[in-house]
């Protein structure tokens, strides 16, 4: 069964600091990847996802994520952070094997002081 | 893009009554859609697969008699919620995928908030 872990699950930063949330997943196939965030009060956003081809995928809002086969890693980066990425973050995988179904991640929640 | 919609976005409800949302995929067809549920500050649990056509599937430890689903049509699935409890109280998320585009991802509704009073 493919699980999703997140390591850390609150992170606070200060603005124009950098960002790296950790993602590994368990599953032995082949995967796709996501992130998306979620903004207080509000519904799931895609942020990124990785399908194949080139291992760095950029996304919005600055964001960007590099998938680590042997790894099995898909780690979120931003360079500088801003007080408008507070948010928590989902990391999230699906596979067709396993009829597209997307599991997710505990979250992280990030705090970006102003 | 492929839009998903839920109905409605917030319900209250009594306890013992049951509540139905409604999951639709607004420009494409999918004979799979699935059911979340987030509660407060933790992350999207996995309920159910909807299968149009057919019984849905549920995840270990979901109670299918209490969260019914049917997928009467290729764009509208249903979760009800029978005889609420507070404990229930929860946000209810769904998505769908646009298989004949041959997408990898799920688009996910905005959910819908149930209170149970």
């Known amino acids: 069964a493919q699980s999703v872990s997140q390591h850390n699950h609150h992170v606070i930063l200060s603005e124009a600091a950098s960002l790296e949330l950790g993602c590994n997943y368990s599953y032995g196939g082949t995967v796709n990847l996501f992130w998306y965030v979620q903004y207080p009060g509000q519904h799931l956003q895609l942020l990124l996802k990785y399908f194949s081809g080139d291992p760095l995928v950029k996304g919005i809002k600055g964001f960007e994520a590099e998938f680590i086969k042997s790894k099995f890693s898909f780690n979120l980066r931003k360079p500088s952070v801003q007080w408008s990425d507070t948010a928590e973050y989902f990391c999230?995988?699906?596979?067709?094997?396993?009829?597209?179904?997307?599991?997710f991640g505990a979250g992280t929640r990030l705090f970006v002081k102003a | 893009g492929a839009v998903v919609s839920q109905h409605p976005s917030w319900v209250i409800c009594k306890s013992g009554t049951s509540v139905k949302i409604e999951c639709r995929s607004l420009?494409?067809?999918?004979?799979?859609m699935f059911w979340y549920r987030q509660f407060p500050k933790q992350s999207l649990m996995l309920m159910a697969t909807?299968?149009?056509?057919?019984?849905?599937?549920?995840e270990q430890g979901v109670e299918k008699d209490k969260f019914l689903i049917n997928h009467a049509s290729l764009t509208l699935s249903t979760l009800t919620v029978t005889s609420a409890h507070p404990e229930d109280s929860s946000f209810y998320i769904c998505?769908?995928?646009?298989?004949?585009?041959?997408?990898?991802?799920?688009?996910f509704g905005p959910g819908t908030r149930l209170t149970v009073t």
């Open positions: 998505s769908a995928r646009d298989e004949l585009a041959g997408a990898y991802e799920q688009y």
């Open positions: 420009d494409f067809q999918a004979t799979t």
């Open positions: 999230a995988v699906n596979a067709r094997t396993g009829g597209f179904k997307t599991i």
């Open positions: 909807s299968n149009e056509g057919s019984k849905a599937t549920y």
